[in-house]
């Protein structure tokens, strides 16, 4: 009886050990890894843009600007490329994507907040901006928190 028991329980351990990490993402995760990937790209893109007569307008987080090589353009650049790695490791199952995600996702909530409570008073007028951002920075922390043990004991 001991027998049969051990061998259903190792069976379900293995299930679990060869699922797919990707399978472990939700649907709205997966698109937004998609968006990033390209938004990475296009971020190199106008990096180098930036050489150029062409300026394009960079705006993320509430942080706008239409010279790359400004703090602002750089700043938006890096997190772009940021995010766009970000996604590529989520998307190939990378070992440390869960921890890069919930970096990206810090560092994208503490951003939203800057540009919601501090810029105002830096800006001609005080204008008070609430950053959508947020409401799926939250949410994308606490997936990632609730999928990282299973994650981690996920062989890839």
């Known amino acids: 009886m001991e027998d049969t028991n051990l061998t259903e329980n190792s069976f379900e ?7 797919r ?3 472990l993402l939700p649907w709205w995760i997966k698109v937004f890894c998609w968006i990033f ?3 990475g790209l296009l971020s190199f893109v106008c990096l180098f843009l930036g050489f150029t ?8 987080y509430g942080f706008e600007s239409n010279e790359p090589f400004s703090l602002n353009g750089l700043l938006v650049i890096s997190v772009g490329v940021f995010k766009g790695f970000t996604a590529f490791l989520l998307w190939f199952e990378s070992d440390i994507a869960i921890k890069i995600g919930k970096i990206d996702a810090i560092i994208g909530i503490v951003l939203c907040v800057i540009s919601m409570l501090v810029l105002p008073f830096f800006q001609d007028g005080f204008n008070l901006t ?3 951002e947020i409401a799926l920075l939250i949410p994308f922390f606490i997936t990632l ?3 990282q043990k299973v994650w981690e004991a996920t062989i890839h």
Do not use: G
């Not at 351990?13 to 699922?19: D, R, S, V």
């Not at 007569?53 to 993320?60: G, R, S």
């Open 13 to 19: 351990a293995f299930e679990k050990i060869n699922t």
């Open 21 to 23: 990490r990707r399978q």
């Open 37 to 39: 990937m390209f938004f």
């Open 53 to 60: 007569n062409i300026k394009p307008d960079l705006a993320f």
């Open 130 to 132: 609430i950053r959508l």
């Open 145 to 147: 928190n609730k999928i």
